[in-house]
């Protein structure tokens, strides 16, 4: 009853902040929260995001350096990397979430130096159980793309997926939003959004794209949402007893399958013409056209080229980690230097399944810069390696 009581209440009330999205109001100073992302009702606030879906010219290892051996790319890492007549190299067209200062979607919101590690995904969607989380979605992009979450409430017109499950396609708006236009989707936040018994006093879930999932997510679209227990978020989400949060998404990007294929064969091979699309090979050597088009990232980078994640010595530090993909996605993340705790198991590496998201918290003591990667063997040699650096 009590539960029911809550989204009846909640879904009324974003509903009517839903009208207050197509007025129009004066720019906010750009990074200032506006006053709705502050808005409290008894149910707890109502937490408004501008999220743009945006084609951007991706670089999955910036600079020309492999960070992990120092050196320039060779070998395995150059199949990868290196652009060339059959090859793409290391910058694609794709798809990305990003967060805008308001409804107008004409200022990025800055993302700060502490935040850019989060490379390729979208902003962190943050709430409190009680809270409503709300999505001014725009679809910049050329082709139509939705916001699908993961873990929150949401009805049929904020789902962010179409499927014959008899719902009028009308009422599902949300489900595939054209280029140019926009939705607004709105996720309540119950308490099984939130932290269980045994989790600490936040979970993240993932949100992505699922017109056509795979190709939607293969292009680029995703992001995290983490939920705080009742009465552990700061004002801006945050929970209220972590030092620092990470995010890390680690993700085989299968290019062949991204909606910009034919772009970036187009834009970055020499011999567009000559690309052969269809022969394979061992896949983590990246020999053919097509093996060289798997791309091993984490937050999008490969070869610890990520900005450095930095972390206080002593203080409680807390991972949200995931994947998403197809059968080559099943990633073991691990960490050099510190441990976390699991559901309060020991462990230093997390297996990963397809769309999981496990959130784990570290008190590091052994300060100094420490890779974190995926422990699949293959996976490593493709590039599935960042560095954090723990501070004394
Ligand atoms: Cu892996």
Request: overall charge neutral; charged content about 20%; some cysteine.
């Amino acid at each position: 009853m009590h539960r029911r009581k809550f989204i009846g209440i909640s879904v009324a009330g974003a509903f009517a902040s839903i009208a207050s999205a197509t007025g129009t109001r004066p720019d906010p100073p750009q990074g200032v929260s506006t006053p709705e992302e502050q808005q409290d009702s008894p149910q707890g606030k109502i937490r408004t995001y501008y999220v743009a879906a945006d084609e951007v010219e991706w670089d999955y290892a910036p600079g020309s350096i492999n960070g992990f051996t120092g050196k320039p790319f060779e070998g395995v890492a150059a199949n990868f990397v290196n652009s060339g007549p059959h090859r793409i190299g290391k910058v694609y067209r794709k798809a990305v979430y990003r967060e805008y200062t308001d409804d107008t979607f004409r200022h990025l919101k800055p993302r700060s130096s502490e935040d850019a590690y989060l490379g390729i995904l979208g902003p962190s969607l943050r709430a409190e159980v009680g809270d409503t989380i709300r999505v001014v979605f725009k679809n910049n992009a050329s082709r139509p793309y939705s916001m699908h979450p993961h873990g929150v409430f949401y009805d049929k017109a904020s789902e962010g997926a179409l499927y014959h499950d008899g719902v009028p396609m009308a009422k599902k708006p949300g489900g595939a939003v054209p280029p140019g236009g926009g939705n607004v989707y709105t996720w309540p936040v119950p308490e099984r959004a939130g932290p269980g018994p045994n989790d600490p006093s936040s979970v993240g879930w993932l949100y992505h794209s699922h017109v056509e999932e795979m190709r939607d997510t293969d292009s680029g679209l995703a992001g995290f949402i983490s939920v705080t227990r009742r009465g552990m978020a700061r004002p801006d989400g945050t929970p209220k007893d972590v030092d620092r949060e990470f995010f890390s998404l680690y993700l085989m990007y299968n290019e062949n399958q991204s909606w910009y294929l034919e772009h970036n064969i187009n834009t970055y091979c020499g011999d567009p013409k000559g690309v052969n699309k269809l022969k394979s090979g061992p896949l983590i050597e990246g020999t053919t056209f097509k093996t060289s088009n798997f791309m091993c990232a984490i937050n999008g980078y490969l070869y610890c080229t990520m900005p450095l994640m930095a972390a206080r010595q002593g203080k409680r530090v807390r991972w949200y980690v995931a994947t998403m993909g197809d059968f080559n996605n099943y990633h073991t993340a691990h960490w050099h230097g510190n441990t976390v705790l699991l559901n309060g198991s020991r462990t230093d590496v997390l297996s990963l399944a397809p769309a999981q998201t496990l959130t784990v918290d570290m008190v590091p003591d052994n300060p100094g810069i420490w890779l974190y990667h995926c422990h699949v063997s293959g996976h490593m040699e493709m590039g599935m390696d960042v560095y954090y650096q723990i501070l004394a």
